[in-house]
Structure formats: structure tokens, C-alpha cells
């Protein structure tokens, strides 16, 4: 779904590229309410271990391969303000490092893949959680679906896109049939690695997962008859052993997605996915422009003049993953900073 330079035209881009950058200041503003000093940490991993299974390539059909999105799980894990900030750093990374998704076209990518999938995805979630018992495997089974829908409707906006700035002249019918067809096909695999993560998560931490908030009814004790709300006051050990539990998912997460990318990568599909596939079946892709930055040391996740393809696959990965991480965790910690400097003072001591 990386839209290369030279697809869109010159004003459909520009027009996009606003509506990313006033997406993202938005989403900063939200972003401070939905993390805090347990979150925070969890949004730069979320990026990362999108980046990292971004590259793995699974086959949907003959010879068409599709790849995680991300928006939908971004969105339940962090909140979805948090989540397009996630996924736009991950677009961020994958454009300037490893010349995947044109430069002019990152407004398009930002708002199809970013804007566009988080807001579907998480408007899904929420309505079937509210109709759905307060189960876990509600929220799991609401994350399949929103995650699952999410992909064809960003095949949808890219087609939108297409038809008021496409480079060719593909009829829009043709362009619509195709890209929603293998779209459908590769958002099973969205929806169940979105749903496998979520339910990971919530089976060791719920807390930390942002969907599930509420899920479990306060406790409550019944005292002469009559039910009260017990005690919230969580005793410090406790309050310990859950920071080590989030520092040691958080350590687990990053492994996994360095394992992903430095490893596993390399047995991911080469097919192309599936914007590729319709765009040089259908003609699409006949003005594309090279990207300005293909000769970049990465570009193609690869390390220039390391002919070891493995080697050279692994070592972009992990550098990826390392950078996106460092960015992504720069990013939510300025915005949780900020949410901190904004919050309203307590009582002074003369006032208590």
C-alpha cells in the first residue's frame, strides 16, 4: 500500500500532505490524554514492532503478497490519536531510510495508511465492544474485525485518491475491482495478526492495552448487606511488580520485532504486495518516478555493499527497528512531557 512518487499528482499530493500535517498536530493534542508513564514507553515499541512485521510479506494469492498495516492495532493498543502518530513515524522511517513510499506522495501514505485505517479500525472496535460482553476475547474478537475491514477501506481511499489525481488513465472501475479484491484478501492476515498481538497482550497485561480499558467492573464488597466499592489504593509491592511486568513486556516486544526484522524477514514473500501487483497489472504505475532517495545505504531494506543477502536484510531490519524505536519513543515521551507540564497544579501546603 506505499504509494511511490509519481502516482498521485502534484495537487492531490499536496492536498493530502495538509491533511496528514493537521492529522498529526491534532493527534499530538490527543495523544497527551491517551499516554501516560505506563503507555508511553508501549507507543515507540508499537511503532517498531509495525515496522518489523511491515516486512514480512505473506502470500494472499498467485503471485501477490500483502503485509500489516497497522492502524487498527496501533489504534487498540495505544488509543487512536497515539496510533496515527505510529504509524506516521513508521511511514517516516520506511521513506527517508529505506526509500519505500515516495516523498511527495507521503502525505498520501500518512493519510491512506495512518489516518485512514486508525479512524475505521477504531470506530469498528469501539462500536463492537459496546454491544459485544465485557470479555477479553471480545476485545479480541472486535480487533479481527476492525482490522479486517480497515485494509479494504483504505484500498478504498487510495482508489478516491486515484480517481481525482491518478497520473494514467486506468478507468477507476478497473483501478476499484482490483485493489478492493486483494485488499479483502490481505486484511485477513491483518486481522489476524492484529488479533493475535491484542490477545497476547491482554492475557498477561490488560491495562496496558488501551481498548480494554474498562473491561473489568470495580471490585466490590458487600458489608451489611449492601454492596461498596472496596478499596482502589494499590499497595506499593504491587504497584512495583506491575512496572516490572510492563518493563519486561516491553523488553519482550522489543526481541520479538528485532527476531522479526533481522531474521524472519527473510523468509517473507518476495511477490510483490498488493498496490504492486495492480498497479503493473493495470498500467497504473506508468509514471512512476524513482525515489530521491534509492541510492540511500538502506534503500530497499538492504546494506549497501553487503552482497550476503540474509546479512544485508537482517542488519536493515535491526537498524530499522532500532531507529524507528529511538524515534517513535522521542516522540511520545515529548508528548507525554508536554501532558505533564500541562496538568493543573495540586493544592499548595498553604492551602491544605
Known amino acids: 500500500m506505499h504509494v511511490p512518487d509519481g502516482f498521485i499528482n502534484a495537487p492531490v499530493s499536496a492536498v493530502t500532505g495538509v491533511i496528514a500535517a493537521g492529522a498529526i498536530a491534532v ?35 498467485a503471485g501477490t503478497s500483502g503485509h500489516l498495516l497497522g492502524g487498527a492495532l496501533a489504534a487498540i493498543l495505544v488509543g487512536p ?119 497476547a497482550v491482554i492475557a498477561v497485561r490488560p491495562d496496558l492495552v488501551y481498548g480494554a480499558r474498562g473491561l473489568t467492573a470495580p471490585l466490590k464488597l458487600r458489608v451489611g ?22 518493563r519486561r513486556i516491553w523488553g519482550i516486544g522489543l526481541i520479538t520485532a528485532l527476531v522479526l ?12 504486495d498488493g498496490l504492486e501487483k495492480v498497479a503493473h ?12 532517495t534509492g541510492d540511500s545505504p538502506l534503500a530497499g531494506y538492504g546494506v549497501k555493499d553487503i552482497s550476503d543477502a540474509r546479512l544485508s536484510g537482517g542488519l536493515a531490519g535491526l537498524i530499522g527497528v532500532g531507529a524507528t524505536v529511538v524515534v517513535g519513543s522521542g516522540v511520545f515521551w515529548a508528548v507525554r512531557r508536554r501532558r505533564t507540564q500541562a496538568a493543573p497544579a495540586g493544592p499548595s501546603a498553604e492551602a491544605v
Open 27 to 61: 493527534s499530538l493534542r490527543g495523544a497527551r490524554r491517551e499516554l501516560d508513564e505506563r503507555t508511553a514507553p508501549l507507543a515507540g515499541l508499537v511503532a517498531a514492532f509495525i515496522f518489523s512485521v511491515q516486512m514480512l510479506n505473506f502470500p494472499v494469492a
Open 281 to 292: 497489472d493495470k498500467g497504473i504505475d506508468a509514471k512512476e518516478r524513482p525515489h530521491r
Open 81 to 199: 490519536y497515539t496510533g496515527v502518530l505510529c504509524v506516521s513515524v513508521v511511514l517516516l522511517m520506511q521513506g527517508i531510510l529505506f526509500a519505500d513510499g515516495g516523498l511527495t506522495a507521503l502525505g498520501v501514505n500518512i493519510t491512506d495508511m495512518a489516518i485512514v485505517t486508525t479512524v475505521v479500525a477504531y470506530a469498528v472496535f469501539r462500536g463492537l465492544v459496546k454491544v459485544l460482553p465485557r470479555r477479553r476475547s471480545s476485545v479480541t474478537a472486535a480487533s479481527f474485525v476492525a482490522a479486517l475491514l480497515s485494509v479494504p477501506c483504505a484500498a478504498l481511499a487510495f482508489t478516491a485518491m486515484y480517481a481525482l489525481g491518478g497520473t494514467t488513465d486506468v478507468p477507476v472501475g478497473k483501478v476499484l475491482t482490483a485493489m478492493v479484491g486483494v485488499h479483502v484478501l490481505i486484511g485477513i492476515g491483518e486481522a489476524a495478526i492484529t488479533a493475535l498481538t491484542v490477545g
Open 261 to 272: 526484522a533481522g531474521f524472519v524477514s527473510f523468509y517473507a514473500s518476495a511477490s510483490p
Open 225 to 246: 448487606g449492601e454492596l461498596i466499592d472496596a478499596p482502589a489504593a494499590e499497595p506499593v509491592p504491587a504497584a512495583a511488580r506491575s512496572a516490572r511486568s510492563a
